[in-house]
C-alpha cells in the first residue's frame, strides 16, 4: 500500500546520528534502493550526481550535509578553530554543488549564518544545525501542501493536466510542487489525469513522475517532449503545471530544460501555464532570469540514449547539454507559492510573498 501522499518525507531523505540518507532517484523506477552518506563530501557526490534532484531537495540535502559536516567536526574537536575551519570547507561546496536552483544557497545560507553567530561549543552547534536542517526538510513538505490546496482555485473538473520534468515528492522531499498540486487536484476530483513528458536527456518525467503518479494510482499517459504540441492542438490538455528551479522578481521562471517550449505551446493553445513553487525558490536578487546561471552538463547524457541496443547518435557526437531553461513572466499564466496565487504583474505580489514567508 503507498502512503496516502505518495512516498513518506524520511524515505526520500533523512539526516540520521552521522549520516545522510538518500533514496537513490538514478536507479529508479527498476529499484529502490537507499544511499548512505557518512561525510559531507558524499553529500556534495550525491547532489552533483542526482541521487537527490530537484530544488528543494537539493536545498533540504545540503542543510543536512551542513549539519553532517558539523556532526562528524564536534565528534572529532572541541576546539572552535579547527570546527570552524571544517565548516569553512564543507559550506562552500555544499552550496556550490549545483549552480541554478537557488533553492541549494537558500538553505546552506541559512545553516552558514547560524555556524557564524552561534557562541557555544562545537557540541552545542552541531545540535541546532541538525535540529534546523530537519525542520527545513519539514517546512518544505508543508509549503507543497500548502501551495496544493491554493492551486485548487485554478483548476477544473475533469481536469488534464501536463506536466514536465518531475517535481513530485522526490523533488521536494515529499509531496511536491507540481505533483503537490496534481495530488490536491485528483483528491478533489478523482477524473483528474495527467500527461508526462518524458523530459529529455535525463528522463525525469518517464523515470520519476510516471513512478510517482503510478504509486499512487492516479491516472497517466507517458509521452515523449515532442508529442505535447499535438496533445494540445487535439484539445487533449487542459492545465501545464510545471516547478521551478529559480524565480526572478519579475516572475520569470528558470526551469527543466523544455519548459520554455511548453509555455510556448500552451499559449498558442490558450491553455493555462501555471508554476508552483515555494517561496525557498524565489530569488528577489535578480531582476529577471537574464542573469540566473544555467548548469550545463556532461555531454555524455545526451549522447547515452540507445536505441534497438545500439548507440543513437555518432561516437564523440558534438552535444549541448544546458539543464534549465528561461520561461519569461509573460508566457506565466499564474504562479503558486504557499503564500497564495501570483498573478503577473508579479514583482509586488512576490515580493509580498517573500516577506510574509521570511516573517513566519
Ligand atoms: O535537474 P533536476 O532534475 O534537479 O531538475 C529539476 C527540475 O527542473 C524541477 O522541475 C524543479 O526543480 C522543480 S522541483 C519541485
Known amino acids: 500500500m503507498s502512503p496516502p501522499h505518495g512516498l513518506a518525507p524520511l524515505d526520500i531523505l533523512a539526516l540520521e546520528d552521522g549520516a545522510v540518507v538518500m533514496l537513490d532517484q538514478t536507479r529508479l523506477p527498476g ?75 537558500w538553505a546552506v545560507d541559512q545553516m552558514a549564518g547560524i555556524v557564524a553567530d552561534h557562541e557555544g561549543t562545537p557540541t552545542e552547534i552541531a545540535a541546532e544545525l541538525a535540529a534546523v536542517a530537519r525542520r527545513i526538510h519539514e517546512d518544505e513538505v508543508d509549503r507543497c501542501k500548502a501551495m496544493g490546496q491554493h492551486s485548487l482555485a485554478l483548476m477544473t473538473r475533469g481536469a488534464r493536466i501536463l506536466t514536465h520534468c518531475n517535481a513530485g515528492a522526490l523533488a521536494t522531499g515529499g509531496y511536491g510542487t507540481a505533483l503537490g498540486v496534481v495530488r490536491a487536484a485528483f483528491e478533489a476530483d478523482p477524473s483528474v489525469s495527467v500527461f508526462v513528458d518524458e523530459t529529455r536527456p535525463l528522463l525525469q518525467g518517464s523515470r520519476l513522475t510516471a513512478w ?8 497517466y499517459t507517458l509521452i515523449s517532449d515532442n508529442m505535447a504540441a499535438m496533445m494540445m492542438a487535439e484539445g487533449r490538455v487542459t492545465h501545464v503545471v510545471v516547478g521551478a528551479d ?15 517550449g511548453v509555455a510556448i505551446l500552451a499559449r498558442e493553445h490558450g491553455i493555462p501555464f501555471i508554476v508552483a513553487a515555494p517561496t525557498s525558490t524565489l530569488d528577489l536578487s535578480m531582476a529577471s532570469a537574464a542573469d540566473i546561471p544555467v548548469e550545463e552538463r556532461d555531454p555524455d ?58 516573517a513566519e
Open 246 to 260: 529559480r524565480i526572478a522578481a519579475n516572475g520569470d521562471v528558470v526551469n527543466k530544460i523544455g519548459t520554455y
Open 301 to 358: 547524457e545526451v549522447r547515452a540514449l540507445s536505441l534497438f541496443g545500439r548507440q543513437a547518435s555518432p561516437t564523440g557526437a558534438p552535444v549541448a547539454n544546458p539543464a534549465f531553461d528561461r520561461t519569461p513572466a509573460r508566457l506565466v499564466t499564474a504562479i503558486v507559492t504557499e503564500q497564495g496565487v501570483h498573478r503577473a504583474p508579479y514583482e509586488r505580489s512576490l515580493a509580498a510573498a517573500w516577506t510574509a514567508a521570511t
Open 212 to 219: 510517482e503518479l503510478q504509486e499512487e494510482g492516479i491516472p
Open 31 to 105: 529499484e529502490v534502493t537507499h544511499i548512505r552518506y557518512d561525510g559531507w563530501s558524499g553529500v556534495v557526490d550525491g547532489i552533483k550526481t542526482m541521487v537527490v534532484r530537484g530544488a528543494p531537495a537539493i536545498g533540504v540535502a545540503g542543510a543536512m550535509g551542513v549539519a553532517l559536516a558539523a556532526h562528524n567536526a564536534a565528534v572529532g574537536t572541541d576546539s572552535r578553530a579547527a570546527f570552524d575551519a571544517e565548516m569553512a570547507r564543507a559550506i562552500p561546496a555544499l552550496r556550490e554543488a549545483r549552480p541554478t536552483a537557488v533553492n541549494l544557497a
